[in-house]
């Protein structure tokens, strides 16, 4: 998708100066850096910071990050002690397991020259295939927009929180990938963008996406979707997912679970936008996903641009107080209604996706 009209995707790999590049998110909306990783802890350190963040962008660069660890050390100890750092640098998103997982299938025991191709191939086939993935998610999702749209013959307005945009992904995104779509084909559609506290993805990120694609859309402060859904002015909700179980239940970004609350309360249709490797086929019982607990600092300071233009960071709370920054929480699978996915929709139930993941 794009910025300043020029198409970028979030993630790629400059074969002549060996280094992986990626869009720096920490800066955006006020500065669009693209930055250099050089080695495995380079990107280690952009999934920990953030600099990279959204369930499928952390995979595929952890699975760029294994590319860099057999530049600099071709040693099979090395790239194993290179998969477990990166898989414990965020531990919610099941994607970053899934993709390192993948890697190491392809390469544990390869010594030969050839590693380095392979280990190239298998992070490129990542993205590529997120990007067919996300793609057909819009095509599936559009058809529920579509259907909106003919009932109310007027801009669809949905709801939805943090970025599932296309920065989360390598493009289209998951839950904006409909929205795009939609957009594409002439449907008029608005988005209300969660905020999304404390880091302010909704509306540092998901609010600049949107801009620069020429889609309208307001940011809203994260308790506001209850009022608005009130009043009809919300007609669906999409949200993305950093880990969906087999029963449909739903960890994504903390706040989305009590927009799923309101959302039921109102009959306003609450969707979930995935790509299959954010399912978790392996845990049963949301309690036994480990949610990430953030730095505090996150919570009690606010980075933003002065009337000079110069980025700072200011503290925002009494510095004697305690705060608590978890990073996600739970939408059980009675909340949603349904899981549009890059095979088509279901219902999010063990039933519901069995039927499209055999
Ligand atoms: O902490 P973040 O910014 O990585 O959280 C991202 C989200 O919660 C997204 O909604 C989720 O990863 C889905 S990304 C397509």
């Not at 720096?24 to 802890?41: A, R």
């Not at 990542?126 to 998610?137: A, R």
């Not at 084909?185 to 909704?202: F, L, S």
């Not at 954010?278 to 607990?293: G, L, S, V, Y």
């Amino acid at each position: 998708m794009k910025i300043n009209g020029i198409d970028y995707e979030t993630i790629w790999f400059d074969r002549e100066k060996k280094v992986v590049k990626i869009i720096d998110q920490t800066k955006l909306p006020h500065q669009f850096i693209i930055k250099d990783l050089k080695t495995v802890n380079d990107a280690t350190n952009a999934i920990k910071t953030m600099e990279v963040r959204g369930a499928p962008l952390i995979g595929a660069t952890a699975a760029y990050g294994l590319v860099l660890a057999i530049i600099e050390n071709n040693d099979q100890s090395f790239l194993k002690k290179s998969a477990e750092n990166l898989i414990s640098s965020r531990p919610t998103a099941i994607n970053l397991k899934w993709a390192v997982d993948r890697m190491i299938n392809k390469l544990s025991g390869v010594n030969s020259d050839k590693i380095l191709e392979i280990a190239l191939n298998e992070a490129k086939a990542i993205c590529e295939e997120d990007i067919k993935f996300c793609k057909n998610i819009g095509i599936n999702g559009l058809k529920i927009i579509e259907e909106i749209y003919k009932k109310k013959k007027d801009t669809v307005n949905i709801l939805t929180h943090c970025n599932a945009g296309w920065l989360a992904t390598i493009n289209w995104g998951t839950a904006t990938s409909p929205i795009y779509h939609a957009h594409k084909k002439g449907i008029p559609v608005h988005v209300w963008a969660d905020e999304t506290r404390p880091r302010n993805q909704g509306a540092n990120l998901t609010s600049f996406e949107l801009n620069e694609e020429g889609i309208k859309n307001t940011i809203i402060a994260d308790n506001t979707g209850g009022i608005l859904m009130q009043r009809g002015e919300v007609d669906m909700c999409i949200v993305g997912t950093d880990r969906t179980l087999a029963n449909g239940d739903v960890c994504n970004k903390v706040g989305t679970y009590l927009k799923a609350l309101a959302a039921h309360d109102n009959k306003v249709p609450f969707y979930v936008a995935l790509p299959s490797s954010t399912i978790d086929w392996n845990i049963k019982d949301h309690k036994d996903i480990p949610i990430e607990e953030r730095n505090s600092e996150e919570l009690s300071h606010m980075e933003g641009i002065d009337v000079n233009g110069d980025i700072k960071k200011i503290q925002i709370y009494p510095k004697k107080s305690k705060a608590m920054n978890l990073a996600f929480d739970i939408t059980p699978a009675k909340y949603v209604t349904g899981l549009i996915t890059e095979k088509g929709i279901c219902d999010a139930s063990t039933e519901g996706l069995k039927k499209l993941f055999k």
